[in-house]
């Protein structure tokens, strides 16, 4: 045993490629909001509505990333990551969602991307994670179809300046929360409660994956790997009842499959379009648009952090992000831990989940492109005891070897997230970081878990 913090060479190893990373959402981390050019996003039209988050907190200041990210790449680098996921501003790129590139802009990216290869660290650029152009909700937002063509406009843009650097793309963070939180629930931005527009929504913006694909294709090297990243849930019943089983197939259907079959099988699935036909027609489906949504992709990203249980009961009034599932309630598993966010702690979801699509998707290769946790994080005089974030990491990467020696192509794992940042709704008053941020002076303390995590860097396995 190393006396240097516990390093031994007893626990799993990883394969020799194997991808340590760790992502962050511009929204998120940045700031700036209008530093260079950059136009209004939703969520800057969001967060500046009142009551729409925890303590009335905005992304204005975030963690001053698009300031300090040489610091933060060098917090990177000491780290010992050998990626880094993060995503692009629409706005900062096309202030008003269309037209020519600001060029301001894409140098600020530039810049940014030159740092992380200079540092050895290999960039995971992420085009989409929720910051629509204002202009565009303004024109229909994702219940438009035109906006998925100006997204791909915007792929085209990005693809052709970073195209040479960037090895690994994502399309879409999550189009699950940007749908139904965004247009059914209303949690998110831009903050409407129509369940029609919300499935609307999610077809747009799968519509908007294929097309950016076939757009990144034309501008990036052969060597370039386009990608999607989605929030699979792992769905289980919390009663042996039919009922449940039903309930099951239900919130499976609208988390999982209506992303997963457009993009692997070709069409969405009928279950689905059957339960929301009191919606809606679906007739914003044009017969060649699953030709696009399907247009292959070299990666599927994969968002993990919770189980989901459910069961039948009383329907529930009011905005909900599950379309024509009000009899359906979402049930906490017995005796479960939980995080600061309530969400029940089970690695067991992520081992379901991957060999789920594993086995019924055979998709490319994968990454865990988000894992983490938020908890009640104590800054003391000599750093985090963040303990329970440890246990939570170590529980979820010992799914990931083992999938991986189960033969599953797992390629990689990135942490939510490198430092604490703008939880959406919750504003800052929920800490997902391995490294704590001090709002007040932007200060980075790492946490136990950053030096825990950079020990497992280093010997490619854990303890
Ligand atoms: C998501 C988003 C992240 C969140 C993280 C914690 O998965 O919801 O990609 O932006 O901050 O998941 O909720």
Partial sequence: MNAARGVNDQGPRFPEDFVWGAATAAYQVEGSPDADGRGPSIWDTFAHTPGR??????????????????????????????????????????PGGKGPANPAGLDHYERLVDELLARGITPMLTLYHWDLPQELED???????????????????????????????TTLNEPWCAAFLGYASGEHAPGRTDPALALRAAHHLMLAHGLATQALRAVLPPSGQV???????????????????????????????????????????????????????????????????????????????????????????????????????????????????????DAQGLRNVVHRVHEQYHPLPLMITENGAAFEDELGVDGVRDDERIAYLRDHLEVVHEAITAGIDLRGYFVWSLLDNFEWAYGYAKRFGIVHVDYATQARVWKDSAHWYRDVIRRNGLE
Wanted: net charge negative; proline share 7%; glycine share 8%.
């Fill in 53 to 94: 988050i925890t303590n009335g907190d905005t992304g204005d200041v975030a963690a001053d990333h698009y300031r300090l990210f040489r610091d933060d790449v060098a917090l990177m680098a000491d780290l010992g990551l050998s990626a880094y996921r993060f995503s692009v501003s629409w706005p900062r790129i096309q």
């Fill in 227 to 345: 990608s999607v990243t989605l929030n699979l849930a792992a769905v289980l019943p919390a009663a042996t009842s039919s009922a449940a089983t039903n309930a099951v197939r239900r919130i499976d259907g609208l988390a999982n499959r209506l992303f997963l079959d457009p993009l692997f099988v070709g069409h969405y699935p009928v279950d689905v379009q059957q339960d929301t036909a009191r919606l809606t027609d679906w007739s914003f489906v044009r017969p060649e648009d699953l030709d696009v949504i399907s247009t292959p992709i070299d990666l599927l990203g994969i968002n993990y952090y919770s189980p989901t249980l459910v069961d039948v009961g009383p329907a529930i009034e009011g905005p909900s992000p599950w379309p024509a599932c009000e009899n359906v309630r979402f049930v906490q598993p017995p005796n479960a831990r939980t995080t600061a966010m309530g969400w029940a702690i």
């Fill in 139 to 169: 024109s229909g937002g994702w219940g438009a179809r035109d906006t998925a063509v100006r997204f791909a406009e915007y792929a085209e843009l990005v693809g052709a300046r970073l195209g040479d650097r960037v090895p690994l793309w």
